[in-house]
C-alpha cells in the first residue's frame, strides 16, 4: 500500500459503497473497510473492492488471545487484504501471533498484508485512558510504550494520531508505519475524535499514512476533496 490518503468507507452496505467508489472514475485508491461494513458484509465486500482494484486495509482491530488472533489472521490474509490492525495492548505474544498467521496464510510469491497496532484511538483523551483504563501513564507515555511493543513484536507499524507521530519515530525507526486518522481539513467537526490534525499538520508531525472518512464521504464531491486532501498531504 503506497502512502496516497486512505479513504474511510464509513459506509453500512455494498450498494452504497460501490456508489461510492463509482465517483472516482478509474482512480485506484487506498481504502479502509471498518468494522460496521466488514460485520455486515463479510468477506465478500473485500472481493468487491479488490476486484475494482483498490488497496484495503481491513480495520477491524484484533484483541483476543494469541491462538485465535493467529487463525483468524490466517483467514484474513487469503482474503487479499492489503492492511490489517490489532490492540496493541492484546501484549507481545499476541502480535507474534498475528504476524505468524498473516505469514502461514499469504499465498506463495505474495506479499503479506502488513499488520498494525493500534496504540490509543483518536477519540480517547488522556483524562479518558487514565480514569477508565487505570493507565497512570501520560497519553505520550502510553503510546510510545505501545509504539515500541509493536515494534518489537514484528508489526509494521502503528495506528496512532499524528500528535505522536515523531514520538513513536523516535522511539522505533523510519521505516515503521505511523498511520494516523482523525484527520479534518480544518478544526471545526472533530466528531467523536480528540486528537485530530489537518493533512498538512499530519505531514509535518512525522505521519507517514493518513485516513480520511467523513470528510470526504460526506461532502457533495468526493472525488474533489480528496484531491484537496491529496494535495496538501503532498504539500
Not at 453500512?12 to 481504502?31: G, I, M, P, Q, Y
Not at 493467529?70 to 507481545?92: E, F, Y
Not at 483523551?125 to 514484528?154: N, P
Request: net charge negative.
Amino acid at each position: 500500500m503506497d502512502n496516497e490518503p486512505i479513504i474511510a468507507l464509513d459506509f453500512s452496505n455494498s450498494k452504497d459503497t460501490e456508489a461510492f467508489l463509482n465517483r472516482f472514475d478509474s482512480d485506484t485508491l487506498n481504502v479502509k473497510i471498518g468494522m460496521e461494513l466488514f460485520y455486515q458484509q463479510g468477506p465478500e465486500i473485500v472481493y468487491l473492492v479488490k476486484n475494482r482494484g483498490h488497496s484495503v486495509f481491513l480495520d477491524i482491530k484484533l484483541h483476543d488471545i494469541p491462538t485465535t488472533v493467529k487463525k483468524a489472521m490466517s483467514g484474513i490474509a487469503r482474503l487479499g487484504v492489503d492492511m490489517i490492525n490489532v490492540h496493541a495492548a492484546g501484549g507481545s505474544r499476541m502480535i507474534a501471533a498475528a504476524v505468524e498467521g498473516l505469514e502461514s496464510g499469504t499465498a506463495h510469491g505474495r506479499k503479506r498484508p502488513l499488520l498494525l497496532a493500534v496504540t490509543q484511538l483518536t477519540s480517547t483523551s488522556e483524562q479518558i485512558m487514565q480514569v477508565e483504563q487505570g493507565i497512570s501513564f501520560t497519553m505520550e507515555e502510553s503510546v510510545r510504550h505501545y509504539a515500541k511493543l509493536a515494534f518489537d513484536s514484528g508489526a509494521d507499524g502503528v495506528v496512532c494520531s499524528a500528535h505522536e507521530a515523531d514520538l513513536i519515530r523516535s522511539a522505533t525507526d523510519d521505516r515503521f508505519l505511523r498511520v494516523t486518522p482523525g484527520i479534518r481539513l480544518d478544526h471545526s467537526s472533530k466528531d467523536d475524535q480528540v486528537r485530530v490534525a489537518t493533512p498538512s499538520e499530519a505531514r509535518e508531525m512525522g505521519s507517514t499514512h493518513i485516513v480520511v472518512g467523513r470528510p470526504i464521504t460526506q461532502a457533495a464531491d468526493p472525488a474533489e476533496i480528496y484531491s484537496t486532501i491529496q494535495r496538501e498531504w503532498k504539500g
